[in-house]
């Protein structure tokens, strides 16, 4: 079976109730007659008011971040249960953002992933080299290293419900975009680590993503490549046209 591309955008920090719900409004009508899956992935405080406002339409709504405990006195953190009772669907983990600022690693990423599936979450795991490591000729070993450590655990069943995000740090909010044939290699990459890690059959499956500066500009480009089925989309996804326009490429 083909694999469906997901087309998402990351808000990161930016957007109020207000400004969440008058995109969603726009964003409906634009998207409608997509093939693809439209996921946006909001603040925590718009979650609620974004589901209400996508009801009825193709467009999904998730959170960016959790913990990975039930519950407890984790002041400032927010459980799975949370996040599914304000209506999201799927969250994303591991974006180099967490890495790098917050210190989140492997080992705790892997956490997070476990919690999210054993509630009904779907994550958007976020893996990328650095530049110096991409330099360094390390890409390879990085991304191997991530998924390993991030997935360690999952079963195969459970394979199925995940998303991986392959996010070069130096492409993410650069303007700075791995060219097509650069994002196939490290996709493709992924792809047979994942075929390693499980089988060919979990591999084939494996939706997985680009994400680094995609605008409408280099959409097409990027989605025509073998092993890239979706995009995650910061900077461009707060903005409907070109949101719009990044989801109908
Ligand atoms: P960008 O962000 O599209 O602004 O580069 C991508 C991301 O951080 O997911």
């Known amino acids: 079976m083909a694999r469906k591309y997901i087309m998402a955008g990351n808000w990161k920090m930016y957007k109020t109730i207000a400004e969440a719900k008058e995109f969603i409004s726009q964003i409906i009508p634009l998207v409608e007659k997509s093939s693809h899956k439209v996921y946006l992935a909001v603040p925590f405080t718009a979650i609620q008011s974004a589901v209400k406002k996508a009801e009825g339409s193709s467009v999904v709504i998730g959170a960016q971040n959790m913990n990975d405990a039930s519950e407890g006195a984790f002041t400032g953190e927010i459980a799975a249960q949370m996040l599914k009772d304000a209506g999201a669907q799927f969250v994303i983990l591991g974006h180099s953002e967490r890495r790098a600022i917050f210190g989140e690693d492997d080992g705790y990423i892997n956490k997070k992933v476990k919690k999210a599936l054993s509630d009904g979450l779907q994550p958007i795991l976020c893996i990328g080299e650095t530049l110096e490591q991409r330099e360094a000729g390390e890409t390879n070993d990085v991304l191997k ?50 075929a390693k890690m499980w089988d060919a059959k979990v591999a084939k ?26 995009a995650l989309v910061g900077g461009a996804a707060l903005d409907q046209e070109s949101f719009a326009a990044i989801v109908n490429f």
């Open 205 to 230: 499956a494996l939706i997985i993503q680009y994400g680094g500066s995609v605008k409408p500009a280099n959409v097409k480009e990027l989605m025509s490549q073998d092993d890239i089925d979706g």
């Open 145 to 194: 290293k991530q998924l390993q450590g991030s997935l360690e655990g999952v079963d195969a069943a459970a394979m199925s419900n995940i998303v991986v995000a392959y996010e070069p740090v130096w492409a993410i909010g650069t303007g700075k975009t791995a060219t097509p044939e650069m994002a196939q290699e490290a996709h493709a990459y992924i792809r047979g680590c994942i």
